[in-house]
């Protein structure tokens, strides 16, 4: 139980590592917009904001 | 503008809240009921890392370098992603060794080396500095901001240093932290107080910083897409909203890659985040919350950084205000002064929570691991053996904070107006980031060693120095800038920002990948080749290891000869007499025998040290208790072999435990074994009363009609026919029986006999069939039969499958009704296997009835049918069929006749065949 939740959190790390720099990250590098918002900015929020999600999910699930 | 009256008591006020908000906090934990004991306070302690670099300097990049403000948060959020791993290990091992600070942390791990633990503390002081320095000059440029005349620019700096409002924040700000920072002793009992007005300063900043972006996005604009839209229509803006924007165009991967190390290093390792993090840390279980809360926070704070930076950009267009400031002056240009006091408050709130938690943490080093380690070198402090030096400590760290913020008022002073507040962090960070290989190294790897550390902190920092430090005051004018330019006499090579050539790196990722380089180098590379001291080892032992220590005791790497006396002498100097008295109670129950003659055993004196390393370090701790003990030196292979004993006696209770039970599994299965037993007694017992009953039946009518012949020999000769032939139907049921329970008890043992070929199913029916069709005709019965019939041949023995079906036959024949009694035998033949059914139109068989029909001696139905059965038939055939692989079950509707069927496999499997894989096998002997 613990092993797995260490082996998800290594793996949600490696992710958002992943997601959060280079190369990934330049993929939402063009002038266009989002419900009126820049796409670099929304993207980079938005990929933060769902990690932050999983990572409550991954540790709020866990009891005791 | 608004009142500088006005600005002042708001301030002062402010303070003074936070002040009570400690003293209550400090109360409450006094009577056992802490208001810190929560989730989210420690997520919101965790907070402090949000600065007012955050605060101001986050909105002053955002304006420069568009998304480039972001690495700074990130780093830290995916820091946090394994905090639980990290973290929890860290607070795990600093709650084992009373660790007061991160210097102590590593020096302890490395054999509680004062030298270490010196360094380390050296390098914080300089590198911490300039961040304290920063938030300074923070809250004086926000002060003069608010309080200048509208129409005038915001002077840069007060001329004289008296009249520098800066100053009398810095002397304000260490009376403050005095006041409640250093009022115990023993650091690693928490600060409640402060971390409670800590979380509340967190708070206050996260919603001042909501309100104004909130104001500037719905109050000045309409919203985040007016204000994107109106942003990107302008071309300059809009570059800001693209990746480039972050100045090196040619060096953005590495950029952005060294901004996230460097900020989640930096995270871990800064002293106010280990001091909120890992010593003020009330219960471990609360980081499991902290760890995505705090991630939530500072994407929150920083929600509203783009829009205020473009906002202001298009506000100010090109008339020099500074960027840093936007958050101020874009309330107080538009007449909102209430607002704009409440954005100060709020910047207040983020540079006072980092330097109250800084210079706690950072004055507790100095005292440490500077000065009493110096002050046990002198004669006069150790000799003086009587009196309670707590006082003398306390009055050091008080020292040290005003010394550590006037310093930093220094720097402040000198270099504070060259650089913009996110330049001078990311100094800061670069310097703590040092710690990382030593601190992390030494919580997951043994082979570290203390001398590998000094490498690697030497080469680590010195490479700092060169290549950040010494261009950063260059560029401020205090040296020449020559060397940065052009290198040491004029040597190019050895350019501080292009060190032997390396271009295409910016200058703090350039400084932070060749002092961690060397850094890293240096420490594997010394490791490797430097055996460790016997402290070293043992300590590295404790910290690597720390989670599977769990609940049992940490062996203890201490021998020698200590008295009780002495110890509490010690003690009592810097603890105190009270503590001091408590101590030995407290050890009292575990140590009585050790204790009793005076002498104090290993785990007495390891207990002295653990509380006086939370007094005054773990290495100063160390030299006081050697100093007063008559210890003896402790050898590598004295540490192999305490430990020895102690994972010995580990193993021992393990397997004491595994044996106990295994044995209590055993005595389960036992207990099982024994219930089996007992049951197939009683079948046995329940089979032979059965048996003989059987058996006593016939034999009883035999006897009593031989008897009647016997007493009467003028019995008429037709009437003696009767009898005999009543003694001959019996005497055959009586032999038929007894065949047949040697025949179940054959084939139940494996012993029966069987004669294998290759059968048609179709034929052994119709010569069953034949068989019985004299005893049907007497009894007007009629034998249908249906389904395929096309030769399909079976693997078995007929004569046995042939009895099975005359058994069927009859028993149905015996159930049958004595008018229009009807038999259907159907054949189904599948590829499987063959399937056939009795069917008959008899009383048929209950539910209940039907489990019990295949038990043996079990005949159902009325008594007047059951005539001359004996109950084991179904049994046989049951086990006939089974023994060929396949099975034998009942269908039946009381009231319209009953369905025995059987079926069996065409290819019967060894596995199935049950007893016959004991029999020889025919086909074996074949050709």
């Avoid at chain 2, 106010?272 to 279980?285: A, G, K, L």
């Avoid at chain 2, 003659?597 to 701790?621: K, N």
Wanted: aromatic letters at 10%; charged letters at 20%; a negative charge.
């Amino acid at each position: 139980m613990k092993q797995a939740l260490i082996q998800k959190l290594l793996a949600l790390f490696c992710l958002g590592w992943l997601l959060l720099s280079f190369p990934l990250i330049t993929l939402w590098d063009h002038p266009a917009t989002v419900f009126g918002l820049p796409l670099l900015p929304a993207g980079v929020f938005a990929v933060w904001a769902v990690l932050i999600a999983v990572l409550a999910w991954l540790m709020e699930r866990e009891t005791g | 503008m608004i009142s500088t009256p006005l600005v002042v008591v708001t301030g002062l006020a402010y303070l003074l809240l936070l002040f009570a908000i400690a003293w209550y906090g400090d109360l409450r934990a006094a009577r056992g009921r802490s208001i810190i004991s929560s989730p989210w306070v420690y997520a919101l302690s965790i907070a402090v890392y949000a600065t007012a670099w955050t605060y101001f300097g986050s909105v002053g990049r955002a304006s420069v370098d568009g998304i480039w403000f972001l690495p700074i948060y990130l780093g830290p959020t995916l820091a946090m992603v394994l905090g639980w791993i990290v973290i929890r290990k860290m607070i795990r091992i600093a709650r084992t060794h009373r660790i007061t600070s991160i210097a102590d942390f590593i020096a302890s791990r490395y054999g509680k080396s004062s030298v270490i633990a010196g360094l380390v503390t050296v390098i914080v002081v300089i590198g911490i500095v300039p961040y304290i320095a920063l938030q300074l000059k923070a809250i004086s440029a926000s002060y003069l901001m608010l309080t200048a005349p509208a129409d005038q620019e915001a002077p840069l700096a007060a001329v004289r240093w008296w009249e520098d409002s800066a100053l009398y924040v810095a002397l304000a700000l260490a009376g403050f932290i005095i006041l409640f920072g250093t009022r115990h002793l023993d650091v690693t009992e928490r600060h409640e107080g402060m971390v409670a007005a800590i979380a509340f300063e967190s708070l206050v900043k996260l919603l001042a910083f909501l309100a104004v972006g909130l104001f500037v996005v719905y109050g000045l604009f309409n919203g985040l897409g007016d204000l994107f839209s109106r942003a990107m229509a302008d071309v300059e803006l809009a570059r800001l909203l693209r990746f480039e924007a972050g100045a090196h165009s040619d060096y953005l991967f590495s950029q952005w890659f060294g901004l996230v190390l460097l900020a989640g290093l930096a995270f871990l390792f800064l002293p106010r985040q280990f001091q909120v993090m890992v010593i003020e840390n009330v219960d471990e279980r609360h980081l499991k919350r902290a760890v995505w809360v705090f991630p939530l926070y500072l994407l929150l704070i920083n929600l509203f950084v783009l829009p205020i930076a473009l906002a202001g950009l298009m506000f100010f267009a090109n008339d020099g205000a500074d960027p840093d400031l936007f958050v101020l002056s874009l309330p107080l240009i538009t007449g909102h002064e209430a607002l704009a006091l409440f954005v100060w408050i709020g910047g207040l709130s983020a540079a006072t929570g980092m330097v109250i938690v800084e210079a706690i943490a950072v004055s507790t080093m100095i005292c440490n691991h500077l000065v009493v380690p110096l002050l046990l070198k002198t004669r006069r402090f150790r000799d003086r053996s009587a009196g309670d030096l707590t006082r003398l400590l306390l009055n050091i760290r008080r020292l040290g904070i005003v010394f550590l913020l006037l310093l930093s008022y220094l720097y402040f002073f000198l270099a504070g107006e060259a650089y913009a507040l996110v330049s001078i962090g990311l100094i800061s960070f670069a310097a703590v980031a040092q710690f990382a290989p030593a601190a992390l190294g030494g919580m997951y790897w043994k082979g570290g060693t203390a001398r590998g550390v000094l490498a690697g902190l030497g080469a680590g920092f010195s490479l700092w120095v060169y290549t950040l430090m010494l261009p950063s005051i260059a560029k401020s004018g205090w040296i020449s800038g020559d060397f940065v330019e052009h290198g040491p006499f004029g040597w190019a090579w050895l350019r501080p920002e292009q060190l032997l050539g390396l271009t295409g790196l910016d200058p703090i990722t350039h400084s932070l990948f060749w002092s961690l380089l060397a850094n890293i180098a240096a420490y594997v590379l010394v490791s490797l080749w430097s055996r460790p001291g016997a402290r070293e080892a043992s300590q590295a032992l404790l910290f690597v290891d720390v989670h599977q220590r769990g609940g049992n005791p940490q062996p203890v790497f201490w021998q020698g000869r200590a008295r009780v006396e002495d110890l509490q002498r010690l003690a009592s100097r810097f603890l105190g007499a009270a503590r001091t008295a408590a101590l030995f109670e407290d050890s009292n129950g575990h140590t009585m025998a050790g204790a009793r003659a005076g002498e104090a055993d290993a785990r007495l004196v390891q207990q002295v040290e653990t509380q006086l390393a939370g007094a005054i370090g773990s290495a100063s701790a160390r030299v006081m208790v050697a100093s007063v003990v008559n210890e003896e030196d402790l050898e590598l292979h004295d540490v192999m072999r305490i430990l020895d004993e102690a994972s010995q006696l580990r193993m021992y209770s393990r397997a004491l435990e595994e044996k106990s039970y295994s044995l209590q599994q055993a005595t389960e299965e036992l207990r099982a074994a024994n219930e089996q037993l007992k049951s197939l007694d009683r079948l046995k017992d329940d089979f032979m009363s059965s048996v003989t009953h059987e058996l006593r039946t016939p034999l009883t009518s035999i006897r009593a009609v031989a008897e009647m012949m016997h007493d009467d020999p003028d019995m008429p000769n037709d009437r003696r026919q009767e009898f005999l032939d009543i003694m001959v139907r019996e005497s055959e049921r009586l032999s038929r029986l007894v065949g047949q329970v040697l025949d179940l008890a054959r084939i139940e043992a494996g012993h029966a006999e069987w004669h294998n070929s290759d059968v048609d199913m179709a034929a052994i029916v119709d010569q069953a069939v034949a068989s019985m069709a004299e005893q049907y005709a007497d009894r007007n019965a009629r034998i249908e039969m249906s389904g395929e019939r096309r030769p399909g041949l079976i693997r078995a023995d007929a004569d046995r499958l042939i009895q099975v079906l005359l058994n069927l036959l009859s028993n149905a024949l015996k159930y049958l009704p004595d008018e229009d009694g009807k038999v259907r035998i159907h054949i189904a033949d599948t590829q499987e296997g063959v399937t056939v059914t009795v069917t008959d139109n008899g009383p048929g068989i209950s539910e209940a009835e039907q489990a019990e029909v295949f038990d043996k001696f079990r005949q159902v139905g009325d008594r007047r049918r059951r005539q001359g059965g004996t109950g084991l038939g179904l049994p046989i055939s049951r086990q006939i069929i089974e023994h060929f692989g396949g099975r034998m079950w009942v269908e039946s509707v009381p009231g319209e006749g009953a369905k025995f069927s059987f079926f069996l496999p065409r290819q019967n499997e060894p596995e199935h065949t049950g007893a016959a894989a004991a029999e020889p096998r025919e086909e074996e002997a074949r050709p």
